[in-house]
């Protein structure tokens, strides 16, 4: 029986970078496996939204698993908790978080705090707010919380207990402006607004004066002072990726997010030791783990979290360094898997190294295997897959291109 390995190169769409040369780092980069498999399958480009739209990761990886995220999307909240192993009920509220750094006035200086926090940093960060702010903030509101950090800066926090997921952010989402306050945005969400600002109020207060921010101060680096919330949300009960495609399927995810997804769709998460989505991700083992989980399932999906990092930090150079070890990881696995596998790869968003950010171009997409169109591109990259067999798809289509070639599609009509 037939098999697919969907690849999500997170970020990785670009636009033309000076110091390459005006190339994309996907053009600069040096994937002879990439590009083989391009050559010898078909191609085309995607809008995982619709054309311009912006996604965010969870909003894009929703459309791409095939769940129109105007309809699904429940907030980031709810994902990162369960990617972070954290159990949720449907009346609990659940918000990403990043660790930042701010100035005396609230002002955000940096929004992920340097980015690679130390696991000791880590430790004491979940220690203060677990056992010196949220304590404070039960004795008055009477809710019910934890937070964990997951990968780098990020981080969530889960409230339990007579609260609303109609909130508005604390994270400005830009650096230099001050912390924004919390707002309820219905009737029911008050006292979660309340809540949620004495919970900035003590983070600022105790991280302040934490024993790792005197270190890290005495090194020249900027405190961790500041827990930034966003995308509160509640979770929803999702149709199961494999009712809906007649699929058995695996994710192998480093960061709790896009794990969360998975998790939510039903799809059994895989653990892979040294993949957290950092830049150190050992890819050769996540292609490894991959290719043995494809013994027992019918869909693989392998996501790829630090091309997308690399751009937010304008790291150019660092960006097509990642493409080149996902290439080799990618060789490995084809040495493993038997002809009749599917291999698609595409990304789920663009975030150009020239603007840092994610933004709403059409990515690439790629379709191998036995059966495959074979058209006359050559080369992954931007302006090569428009030239494809598939010319211009949308996110949403993704997973029914890869039941069409599983042939686990029912027949529309008769």
């Not at 078909?42 to 909003?59: E, F, H, K, N």
Request: one cysteine or more; hydrophobic letters at 40%.
């Amino acid at each position: 029986m037939p098999r697919a390995l969907l690849v999500i190169l997170d970020g990785c769409a670009d636009r033309p970078v000076k110091e390459l040369g005006g190339k994309t780092p996907l053009e600069f980069a040096v994937k002879p496996t990439i590009d083989r498999l391009t050559a010898e399958g078909s191609c085309g480009l995607m809008d995982v939204i619709s054309p311009g739209i912006r996604p965010g990761s969870d909003t894009a990886h929703l459309a791409i698993f095939g769940y129109d995220p105007y309809k699904y999307y429940p907030g980031r909240g709810p994902f990162e908790a369960l990617g972070a192993g954290l159990m949720l009920s449907p009346s609990d509220v659940a918000f990403r978080a990043n660790v930042a750094t701010v100035n005396n006035d609230l002002i955000v200086v940096d929004r992920r705090g340097g980015r690679y926090i130390d696991p000791s940093e880590v430790k004491e960060i979940e220690n203060v707010i677990n056992n010196e702010v949220l304590p404070a903030l039960k004795s008055k509101y009477g809710i019910n919380a934890v937070y964990k950090q997951t990968v780098e800066h990020r981080g969530v926090l889960v409230l339990k207990g007579g609260v609303s997921p109609h909130v508005s952010d604390t994270d400005p989402h830009v650096i230099g402006a001050k912390v924004s306050e919390a707002k309820a945005l219905s009737s029911d969400a008050k006292i979660t607004a309340d809540y949620i600002n004495e919970f900035t109020r003590l983070v600022y207060e105790k991280l302040s004066s934490a024993e790792f921010n005197e270190k890290r101060r005495r090194d020249g680096k900027g405190p961790i002072n500041m827990v930034l919330l966003r995308g509160a949300g509640s979770l929803k009960n999702f149709e199961p990726l494999s009712s809906r495609y007649r699929i058995k399927p695996a994710i192998i995810a480093g960061v709790a997010l896009i794990r969360g997804i998975g998790v939510a769709l039903g799809m059994e998460p895989i653990h892979v030791d040294n993949y957290i989505g950092s830049k150190d991700d050992d890819f050769t083992a996540a292609f490894q783990a991959a290719a043995r989980a494809l013994k027992d399932h019918d869909f693989v999906f392998l996501h790829v979290k630090p091309t997308d990092s690399m751009s937010h930090d304008g790291d150019a150079e660092g960006k097509a360094m990642i493409i080149e070890r996902v290439d080799t990881g990618l060789r490995r696995f084809l040495e493993e898997t038997p002809s009749d596998t599917y291999i698609f790869i595409t990304c789920d968003h663009a975030t150009p190294i020239v603007v840092k950010e994610h933004t709403g171009d059409p990515v690439p997409f790629m379709a191998w295997g036995p059966d495959v169109m074979r058209d006359d591109v050559t080369r992954f990259s931007e302006r090569d897959c428009i030239k494809g067999f598939w010319t211009r798809i949308r996110g949403i289509d993704v997973m029914n291109i890869i039941a069409n070639y599983l042939g686990t599609l029912e027949k529309f009509g008769e």
